[in-house]
């Protein structure tokens, strides 16, 4: 028979209470609890009595779903942080914290059009492809990086076509994945895997939460460190072959 009544203060409410307080099913609370998602309740007679915890874990789950995480992915975390909610919460934030410290901004499909000096649709198909632009409809689009919208106009403005210097960023991007992807394994073998050996101790969480929070600057940097040293050698290759083909009256002239 399921209890009803005054919803009771939070260190004791039954499941229907727990459901009427959080705007779940009763069901939705049972198989939570049978994922292993939430803890047991305190069972007083024959009644389960559900408190603060739980409430806690309820709206946990919840953030962590709005974050794109499964039910699964999310026991996994509750069961690695050895039940800390608030380890759990603020070490997904951290690893979904965007890298990107610039903000998006809208822009017109006639703006597009005059900055790249084409409305042909195929350039926004791939602008849209390479995550560059996102679709709002009624001829809107949000620009994901201003940044590097404003490269894009200064290469029009060097007479490079729109169709080349996407071709570019989608070779970029290929190397950013490499490259992203390099960081990430770092991470896992070098700071995760042994913190997982150890048994994943709960007072380790803010040292594994920091060390993520710290390669956010020094992948960046590190890349466009790398990458100024690369420039300088593939200007001096390039041109220094360009040079090579001059005729040599030419380059006497020169």
């Known amino acids: 028979m399921r209890e009803t009544g005054p919803v009771a203060d939070d260190d004791s409410l039954t499941i229907d209470q727990l459901a009427q307080r959080t705007g779940m099913t009763v069901r939705n609370i049972r198989a939570h609890q049978s994922r292993g998602l939430l803890p047991a309740p305190e069972v007083r007679g024959r009644t389960g ?18 974050d794109g995480f499964n039910l699964d992915l999310i026991r996994r975390l509750l069961d690695s942080s050895g039940g800390s909610s608030g380890e759990v919460l603020r070490f997904t934030r951290a690893l979904r914290e965007p890298f990107a410290e610039e903000e998006p901004r809208l822009v017109e499909v006639g703006e597009l059009a005059k900055r790249w000096g084409t409305s042909d649709p195929s350039v926004l198909r791939r602008a849209e492809e390479l995550g560059l632009l996102r679709p709002l409809g009624e001829g809107r689009y949000e620009e994901v990086s201003p940044r590097l919208g404003r490269a894009g106009a200064e290469l029009a403005d060097l007479g490079i076509p729109v169709k080349r210097a996407l071709g570019v960023v989608g070779r970029l991007r290929r190397d950013a994945d490499h ?10 073998e070098e700071v995760w895997k042994p913190f997982e050996k150890a048994g994943r101790p709960p007072e380790r969480w803010p040292e594994v939460r920091d060390a993520l ?10 890349l466009l460190a790398v990458f100024q040293l690369a420039m300088d050698d593939a200007v001096e290759k390039t041109f220094g072959r360009e040079l090579a083909r001059m005729p040599r009256e030419s380059r006497r002239r020169g």
Do not use: G
Not at 49 to 66: C, K, P
Not at 213 to 222: C, F, G, H, K, V
């Open 49 to 66: 009595f559900y408190d603060r915890e739980h409430l806690a874990r309820i709206e946990l789950i919840r953030e962590l779903q709005a």
């Open 179 to 188: 490259a992203a992807k390099t960081f990430a394994e770092l991470f896992v």
């Open 213 to 222: 929070e710290r390669l956010r600057p020094l992948a960046s940097e590190s």
